[in-house]
């Protein structure tokens, strides 16, 4: 059983005229265009004296882009009036949704830093427009767990090597190793190989055994973990790619099988609507046929003045 209504009631035709409007690329373009300009409008308010001067155009233009947003949504809500629960199964939907409505809160209203942060948040809506950065982000969040595990392992290494430098250059070197703390932060700056040149110099006068160090610390650090977290990454994103592509592939399938299965609907209206018109023109042509005056024999062959539709009208007769 699915969620779906019949396409021949009102909510089917007004989900239909809806999702013509939404999944148009001129309807997703304008959109995009409406969430740049919001961005642009909150960048305009940082200038104080900008946001001093026209700060009632300012805010028309904000007011206008969120009459928008909500046309918007309620555009996208009636392209799922025939099956309401398929809205709540898409992630964006339920992210746009939150927004807009945030912004009609009157406790988020009222407090303004929350509100600039909610209206921060429309800008990442970019990505539903753009397969491209929606992708990456999908990368991303699928790359948080191995991410999880490399900063684990940074840490790990960072660690041993800080206790290592504490023990070797805390008193010829406490500006950068004479603590734990220290000694780690150092060491974290050096992953960049940023100012490793320096270290390297500086340990030397200490003794030449520390070049072992930090190009142990440089190689493992800066070369092996960096491409450890580039192939965590890269393989999030591959299977990122593969998502997108396979979502792509059911909805263009189940748009084919709503087409399909809209079509044999509208097929049976208009088979419905042939049946009740067939049966208006029987009870017609029945009402106007005059009453025989008393029982007579039927003729063995068809009746040559019921004229060369007889035949067939009398079993469309006898078959109702």
Same mark, same amino acid.
């Not at 520390?210 to 393989?235: E, K, M, Q």
């Not at 046929?289 to 007889?310: F, H, L, N, S, T």
């Given at each position: 059983?699915?969620?779906?209504?019949?396409? =021949?009631?009102?909510?089917?035709?007004?989900?239909?005229?809806?999702?013509?409007?939404?999944?148009?690329?001129?309807?997703?373009? #304008?959109? +995009?265009?409406?969430?740049?300009?919001?961005?642009?409008?909150?960048? %305009?308010?940082?200038?104080?004296?900008?946001?001093? @001067?026209?700060?009632?155009?300012?805010?028309?233009?904000?007011?206008?882009?969120?009459?928008? +947003?909500?046309l918007e949504m309620v555009l996208r809500l009636g392209s799922y009036a025939d099956?309401?629960?398929?809205?709540?199964?898409?992630?964006?939907?339920?992210?746009?949704?939150?927004?807009?409505?945030?912004?009609?809160?009157?406790?988020?209203? @009222?407090?303004?830093?929350?509100?600039?942060?909610?209206?921060?948040?429309?800008?990442?809506?970019?990505?539903?427009?753009?397969?491209?950065?929606?992708?990456?982000?999908?990368?991303?969040?699928?790359?948080?767990?191995?991410t999880a595990s490399f900063l684990f392992v940074g840490a790990l290494v960072v660690?041993?090597?800080?206790?290592? =430098?504490?023990?070797?250059?805390?008193?010829?070197?406490?500006?950068?190793?004479?603590?734990?703390?220290?000694?780690?932060?150092?060491?974290?700056?050096?992953?960049?190989? /940023?100012?490793?040149?320096?270290?390297?110099?500086? #340990?030397?006068?200490?003794?030449?055994?520390?070049?072992?160090?930090? %190009?142990?610390?440089?190689?493992?650090? @800066?070369?092996?973990?960096?491409?450890?977290?580039? =192939?965590?990454?890269?393989?999030?994103?591959?299977?990122?790619?593969?998502?997108?592509?396979?979502? !792509?592939?059911? $909805?263009?399938r189940a748009g084919r099988d709503m087409d399909a299965a809209d079509e044999v609907?509208?097929?049976?209206?208009? !088979? $419905?609507?042939?049946? /009740?018109?067939?049966?208006?023109?029987?009870?017609?042509?029945?009402?106007?046929?005059? !009453?025989?005056?008393?029982?007579?024999?039927?003729?063995?062959?068809?009746?040559?003045?019921?004229?060369?539709?007889?035949?067939?009208?009398?079993?469309?007769? @006898?078959?109702?």
């Open positions: 059983m699915t969620d779906t209504m019949p396409a =021949g009631t009102g909510r089917g035709r007004l989900a239909g005229h809806c999702r013509g409007i939404t999944e148009a690329p001129s309807f997703g373009m #304008g959109v +995009f265009v409406v969430i740049l300009i919001n961005a642009g409008l909150m960048g %305009a308010e940082t200038y104080s004296g900008l946001a001093t @001067s026209q700060g009632r155009i300012l805010q028309l233009a904000e007011n206008g882009c969120l009459v928008l +947003f909500t099956r309401p629960k398929a809205f709540f199964r898409d992630p964006w939907n339920i992210f746009d949704l939150l927004i807009v409505t945030s912004a009609f809160l009157p406790f988020l209203r @009222s407090n303004t830093t929350v509100l600039r942060l909610l209206r921060l948040a429309r800008v990442l809506r970019t990505a539903r427009f753009l397969p491209h950065l929606r992708i990456l982000l999908l990368a991303v969040g699928r790359s948080l767990p191995g660690y041993v090597y800080a206790m290592v =430098g504490w023990v070797c250059f805390a008193h010829s070197d406490p500006q950068h190793y004479g603590s734990i703390g220290r000694a780690a932060l150092t060491l974290f700056l050096l992953t960049t190989l /940023d100012g490793l040149t320096d270290a390297v110099r500086a #340990g030397l006068e200490i003794s030449r055994f520390s070049i072992v160090y930090y %190009a142990s610390y440089a190689l493992l650090a @800066s070369f092996v973990l960096v491409n450890v977290l580039i =192939g965590v990454v890269l393989n999030s994103l591959d299977e990122a790619r593969e998502m997108e592509e396979a979502d !792509a592939r059911a $909805r263009e609907r509208e097929r049976i209206v208009a !088979a $419905r609507l042939a049946l /009740d018109d067939l049966e208006a023109s029987l009870d017609l042509a029945r009402s106007a046929r005059p !009453a025989a005056p008393g029982p007579r024999e039927e003729p063995d062959g068809p009746d040559p003045a019921d004229g060369p539709d007889a035949a067939p009208r009398r079993q469309l007769e @006898s078959a109702v």
